[in-house]
């Protein structure tokens, strides 16, 4: 702690390995001309060094050679052709950094600039081809970047955390963009992948909060990874979703509540992951590709406005949450070739009116239709043999329901009404199982109120159904099996005129006319 001053002497080669390490009072430094390496963590946690002149014959600084040191401006002489990683890291005071006009270095290693916080700007080399994971990590006052016409990598969150960044134009040289490269780059406004990217990382520009354009002019990718755009909340347009496309990931736009652009899903996508539009806030209108075959969990949950997607027949599955507070879905954008829908896949879609559950469809899962507030008409195919718990819950303009006979399980509170009962336009229930065996079990709860609301049961079955859990609660019409008053005369010109009186019940299963 006692040294301030360091002079090497003349005809030495190398600084080892760390040889100066936590000399935290040293404010100078005079290496000689001969000097070819910086080793490993030499001059690491060198807190009052400020300047330090690198020899000319200079090759390699080692890995984490001044990490955490007080260094506020380095200049990389043409000699060096190594630089490890690590070796500027945490440089909390470095404001400049400048690489000869000739350098020979052809990798910026990880995390070699990561945390250096001051550091506002930087020109890349034309001899670098890589920049690797995590190099300029967290340097969040780095406003512009100078990349060369040589690189064609750059790393796993080589620019994550860089959130004064503004404006980068990426090499069209460039073929691959790693994982999280330019996220949380909350500055960034527009940002184009040039023709020869191959790979294309996850989450490679999410967060990029004030992001407004983004062009993806490659044709070699045949993805959009998972989490590209994540939470790009400014994001309005993204140019040239092309048909080398197959597959859309998981979260792709996820949380860009800003996007406007009529969304046109090429015909080559065959999967969209889950989540990968959800809380799109601002999209209208979807065009959907016509190879997909499932849309996945909460795909489109949370698009409050969209209000204009057509589905193709090619989907035969609707995920959970796909469409959950669509709040502006008018018509149930579902076809008959349709055989599962998952829970909760259009909750909150209050401008429906009705719906109608596709003939292979065997199942109304849980909350699948719960608090639409506009639904007034529900028809149930017979294919379908279970309703789930809370299926049209809280759906308060419902104002009858057939269920089918073929239904064996319904679930809990299936379809309660509004918290407010007095909202209910509930009024009939029709049913028509036959024996008691084939009555489901309606549990409590079954809708928000069992006054003022008729069960329509077959011609002399009342017994089974006041025996039947939770049937027995409401006013069960057509139990009574009533007998016809039948006129019969002869009319003006000579014909046989039958006038049938019917029974004052709005429920009749079958009729039997016998006239003698």
């Not at 080892?16 to 040293?26: E, I, Q, R, S």
């Not at 005079?30 to 080793?39: A, D, F, H, V």
């Not at 299926?391 to 419902?398: E, I, K, M, N």
């Given at each position: 702690d006692l040294i301030?001053?360091?002079?090497?002497?003349?005809?030495?080669?190398?600084?080892?390995?760390?040889?100066?390490?936590?000399?935290?009072?040293?404010?100078?430094?005079?290496?000689?001309?001969?000097?070819?390496?910086?080793?490993?963590?030499?001059?690491?946690?060198?807190?009052?060094?400020?300047?330090?002149?690198?020899?000319?014959?200079?090759?390699?600084?080692?890995?984490?050679?001044?990490?955490?040191?007080?260094?506020?401006?380095?200049?990389?002489?043409?000699?060096?052709?190594?630089?490890g990683e690590t070796a500027f890291y945490d440089c909390k005071q470095l404001t400049k950094v400048t690489f000869a006009a000739t350098s020979k270095v052809q990798t910026l290693s990880s995390r070699t600039f990561e945390g250096c916080t001051k550091l506002t700007s930087i020109s890349i080399p034309n001899s670098v081809t890589a920049i690797n994971s995590g190099c300029f990590r967290g340097c969040t006052a780095l406003k512009t970047v100078t990349m060369p016409n040589a690189l064609t990598y750059i790393g796993e969150a080589a620019f994550i955390n860089c959130t004064a960044l503004t404006t980068i134009t990426i090499p069209g040289t460039v073929t691959t963009i790693g994982q999280s490269a330019f996220r949380n780059c909350a500055s960034l406004s527009t940002v184009t992948v040039p023709s020869k990217v191959t790979t294309l990382g996850g989450y490679c520009f999410a967060e990029c909060s004030a992001l407004t354009g983004a062009t993806i002019s490659t044709t070699k990718i045949t993805s959009i990874p998972g989490y590209m755009f994540y939470h790009c909340g400014s994001l309005k347009t993204v140019s040239r979703i092309t048909d080398?496309?197959?597959?859309?990931?998981?979260?792709?736009?996820?949380?860009?509540?800003?996007?406007?652009?009529?969304?046109?899903?090429?015909?080559?996508?065959?999967?969209?992951?889950?989540?990968?539009?959800?809380?799109?806030?601002?999209?209208?209108?979807?065009?959907?590709?016509?190879?997909?075959?499932?849309?996945?969990?909460?795909?489109?949950?949370?698009?409050?406005?969209?209000?204009?997607?057509?589905?193709?027949?090619?989907?035969?599955?609707?995920?959970?949450?796909?469409?959950?507070?669509?709040?502006?879905?008018?018509?149930?954008?579902?076809?008959?070739?349709?055989?599962?829908?998952?829970?909760?896949?259009?909750?909150?879609?209050?401008?429906?009116?009705?719906?109608?559950?596709?003939?292979?469809?065997?199942?109304?899962?849980?909350?699948?239709?719960?608090?639409?507030?506009?639904?007034?008409?529900?028809?149930?195919?017979?294919?379908?043999?279970?309703?789930?718990?809370?299926?049209?819950?809280?759906?308060?303009?419902?104002?009858?329901?057939?269920?089918?006979?073929?239904?064996?399980?319904?679930?809990?509170?299936?379809?309660?009404?509004?918290?407010?009962?007095?909202?209910?336009?509930?009024?009939?229930?029709?049913?028509?199982?036959?024996?008691?065996?084939?009555?489901?079990?309606?549990?409590?709860?079954?809708?928000?109120?069992?006054?003022?609301?008729n069960l329509h049961i077959p011609c002399g079955k009342g017994s089974i159904y006041r025996a039947a859990t939770g049937w027995q609660k409401y006013t069960i019409v057509g139990e009574t099996q009533y007998g016809l008053t039948v006129k019969v005369a002869n009319n003006a010109h000579g014909k046989v005129q039958i006038g049938v009186a019917l029974p004052p019940e709005p429920y009749v299963q079958e009729m039997t006319v016998s006239v003698e």
């Open positions: 301030k001053t360091i002079t090497v002497n003349s005809g030495a080669t190398s600084i080892g390995g760390y040889a100066f390490l936590l000399c935290t009072k040293v404010t100078k430094v005079t290496l000689p001309t001969t000097i070819t390496t910086i080793g490993g963590d030499a001059f690491e946690r060198t807190d009052a060094l400020t300047t330090i002149t690198i020899p000319n014959k200079v090759t390699t600084i080692g890995s984490s050679a001044f990490n955490l040191s007080g260094l506020t401006q380095i200049t990389i002489p043409n000699s060096v052709t190594t630089i080398n496309i197959t597959s859309i990931g998981e979260c792709a736009f996820c949380g860009c509540t800003s996007l406007t652009m009529t969304m046109k899903i090429p015909n080559s996508v065959t999967s969209i992951g889950e989540y990968a539009f959800y809380n799109c806030q601002s999209m209208t209108t979807v065009n959907l590709s016509n190879k997909l075959t499932e849309i996945a969990k909460y795909t489109f949950g949370n698009c409050y406005v969209l209000n204009n997607l057509t589905m193709p027949s090619s989907v035969t599955e609707i995920g959970e949450g796909a469409f959950t507070n669509c709040v502006k879905l008018t018509t149930l954008p579902i076809t008959n070739s349709i055989t599962s829908i998952g829970a909760s896949a259009f909750s909150g879609c209050d401008a429906l009116t009705s719906v109608t559950i596709p003939p292979k469809v065997t199942t109304i899962a849980n909350d699948c239709f719960l608090s639409c507030d506009s639904l007034s008409v529900v028809t149930i195919h017979s294919a379908v043999t279970g309703i789930g718990a809370y299926a049209f819950r809280d759906c308060p303009s419902l104002t009858n329901v057939t269920i089918p006979n073929s239904v064996k399980t319904i679930g809990k509170e299936a379809f309660l009404g509004h918290y407010d009962s007095s909202k209910d336009k509930m009024k009939d229930i029709y049913v028509s199982w036959q024996t008691a065996a084939a009555i489901p079990a309606w549990p409590d709860g079954g809708i928000s109120r069992t006054y003022g609301v």
